[in-house]
């Protein structure tokens, strides 16, 4: 089935320092999406991409749609505190009758210690 | 406005019981989607619902493992014989149509003693 490889797996940083993280495939995805997940808590939806090639920026963060399809990257700039989490891509095809998405597939995730 | 609800937050049961999880998703999401998340794992996919049918359950482990959504809103998870390898949190995200951006609940923490 298709899988997602994350890297790096965690990472601890300084605050203020920039993020990058990335995710790769073997097959196709119509989309990419990316979750941060807190202790606890459900992932939550930060950025949402749906061109190959798309680049999109929320703030300090900002992913691009790789242009294969098959990868996506993440970059969080000037990190805080209060990025700490844990980090998800997920890449999301089409149903058959490709009216609508049907199921996402994850990343095992980046796990971000930022310290202060 | 409301996010997606799920209830209980915490459940713990003796194996061989059976269990039912409750998913609210999000007013007018018409799209409904059950997850399971491991220990150090990203959330693996098991069943998805557009209105009241599962238009797809190709992730569901087993046949233990059930999932109705009667009347296009609220949804249950069942799991008849609970495993000691059920134990994780079962997380429902919903949607609206047409996209894939799905909204997480807090998830059900299942453990199965």
């Known amino acids: 089935g298709q899988q997602l490889n994350q890297s790096p797996q965690s990472m601890f940083i300084q605050e203020g320092e920039d993020v990058s993280m990335n995710c790769t495939s073997s097959s196709i995805f119509n989309t990419w999406l990316w979750y941060k997940q807190d202790p606890g808590e459900g992932p939550v939806l930060l950025i949402a991409l749906y061109k190959a090639g798309e680049l999109t920026s929320n703030g300090r963060l900002t992913a691009q749609f790789g242009i294969t399809r098959k990868d996506s990257f993440l970059n969080i700039s000037a990190s805080i505190p209060s990025d700490v989490g844990i980090y998800f891509c997920a890449g999301g095809v089409p149903n058959a009758g490709g009216t609508s998405y049907g199921k996402l597939t994850f990343g095992q995730g980046t796990i971000l210690t930022v310290h202060p | 406005g409301a996010g997606v609800s799920q209830t209980p937050s915490n459940k713990v049961t003796e194996k061989g019981k059976y269990v039912e999880l409750r998913c609210d998703p999000i007013?007018?999401?018409?799209?409904l989607y059950w997850y399971r998340q491991s220990l150090g794992q990203g959330p693996e996919f098991l069943i998805y619902?557009?209105?009241?049918?599962?238009?797809?359950d190709s992730g569901l482990p087993n046949d233990r493992f059930f999932a109705v959504r009667p009347e296009g809103s609220v949804s249950t998870l069942k799991i008849q014989r609970t495993e000691r390898g059920d134990s994780a949190v079962y997380l429902c995200?919903?949607?609206?149509?047409?996209?894939?951006?799905?909204?997480f609940g807090p998830g059900t923490r299942l453990t199965v003693l």
């Open positions: 995200a919903s949607s609206p149509t047409l996209n894939n951006e799905q909204f």
């Open positions: 619902f557009q209105g009241t049918g599962a238009a797809d």
């Open positions: 007013s007018g999401h018409t799209a």
